[in-house]
C-alpha cells in the first residue's frame, strides 16, 4: 500500500526553523519526483517546492528561495523540507506529494498525498 | 505565474442532478508537441488531503467512479459530475502542472 506520512510541524517562532519529513512506504522514493504543497485557509493550496529523483532538479516557488531547502535521503525512503527564517504567513498544512517519474515527469500531477504535518508560526 | 480561476466559488446540487465546475488559466496548458493538456482536478473532503480524480484535462484517475469526468483544451476547462451523490460533497480544485510554479485555482465548494 502506498503511503505518505508527513511528520516535524509544530510551533515555532518568527525567524525560527523547522525540519519536515516525508516518509514513503510501498513505493522506491527514487523513481518519483517528488513535492512540497501547502495549505491555509486564506490562501488555499500553494505548491512550493520539487525534487527530482537524485536531487539534480530542485524547484522553489519565489515566496520561499532562500529560505527554505527540499532534500531527500532515497536510502531512507524520506524527503526532507528545512524551513528557516519562518514568517506568520508561513503558518498552514505542509503536505508532501509524489509527482511523476524521475526521467520526464517533472510535469505531472500530484498523485499520492500525505495527511499533512501543521506547521505554526507564532510568538 | 499561471494564474488559475474556477468558477463557482461555491455550488449546491441535489442528490441525482448534474454538478458543473469551471475553471480558467491565464495561458493554455495546451503543449502542442504531444497535445496534452497540463490540467488535474483535486477532491478534498473534510479533513483529508486532496486526492487526484482527472488529469491530462480528461484521463479519470484509477478507482475515481465514471460520473466524473473533464473537459476542456486551452484555457477552459469543466468538470462534470454526472448524477451528484453524497460522498462527493467536498472541495474541488483545478490545477495546471504545465510549468512552474505550479499553481491551483481557489476552491470550489460543492454542497448537496
Known amino acids: 500500500q502506498v503511503q505518505l506520512v508527513e511528520s516535524g510541524g509544530g510551533l515555532v517562532k518568527p525567524g525560527g526553523s523547522l525540519r519536515l519529513s516525508c516518509e514513503a512506504s510501498g513505493f522506491t522514493l527514487r523513481d518519483y519526483y517528488m513535492h512540497w504543497i501547502r495549505q491555509t485557509p486564506g490562501k488555499g493550496l500553494e505548491w512550493i517546492s520539487s525534487i527530482d529523483g537524485l536531487a539534480r532538479g530542485i524547484d522553489y516557488v519565489g515566496s520561499v528561495k532562500g529560505r527554505f531547502t527540499i532534500s531527500r535521503d532515497n536510502a531512507k525512503n524520506t524527503l526532507y523540507l528545512d524551513m528557516n527564517s519562518l514568517r506568520d504567513e508561513d503558518t498552514a498544512v505542509y503536505y508532501c506529494a509524489s509527482g511523476g517519474p524521475d526521467v520526464g515527469g517533472a510535469y505531472w500531477p500530484f498523485q499520492q498525498w500525505g495527511r499533512g504535518t501543521l506547521v505554526t508560526v507564532s510568538s | 505565474d499561471i494564474v488559475m480561476t474556477q468558477s463557482p466559488d461555491s455550488l449546491a446540487v441535489s442528490l441525482g442532478e448534474r454538478a458543473t465546475i469551471n475553471c480558467k488559466s491565464s495561458?493554455?496548458?495546451?503543449?502542442?508537441?504531444?497535445?496534452?493538456?497540463?490540467l488535474a482536478w483535486y477532491q478534498q473532503k473534510p479533513g483529508q488531503p486532496p486526492k487526484v480524480l482527472i488529469y491530462?484535462?480528461?484521463t479519470r484517475e484509477s478507482g475515481v467512479p465514471d460520473r466524473f469526468s473533464g473537459s476542456g483544451s486551452g484555457t477552459d476547462f469543466t468538470l462534470t459530475i454526472s448524477s451528484l451523490q453524497a460522498e462527493d460533497v467536498g472541495v474541488y480544485y483545478c490545477q495546471q502542472y504545465y510549468g512552474g510554479p505550479f499553481t491551483f485555482g481557489q476552491g470550489t465548494k460543492l454542497e448537496i
Open positions: 495561458r493554455s496548458l495546451l503543449y502542442s508537441a504531444n497535445n496534452n493538456n497540463y
Open positions: 491530462w484535462a480528461s
